[in-house]
């Protein structure tokens, strides 16, 4: 009895990721394609009882350092 699916390989696996990175990479570079700016909402309040997520300056700077 054969399998109806090839065993997968080491080489088709790294075909595949040079394949999905040479597109992405081309993606990237297409001209006029910009990735929209995340609206940043004025800080709110801090709950009363604490926690929550809040947006502050130092988590915003976070997030433009750590932009790809």
Do not use: I, N, W
């Not at 940043?40 to 997030?63: C, D, F, I, R, T």
């Amino acid at each position: 009895m054969q399998d109806s699916q090839p065993k997968p390989s080491r080489r088709g696996f790294f075909f595949g990721a040079a394949a999905t990175g040479a597109a992405a990479a081309a993606v990237m570079a297409l001209p006029g394609v910009q990735v929209p700016e995340a609206a940043a909402a004025p800080p709110k309040a801090a709950p009363e009882k604490g926690g929550g997520y809040s947006l502050s300056a130092h988590v915003e700077q976070y997030y433009k350092t750590a932009r790809v």
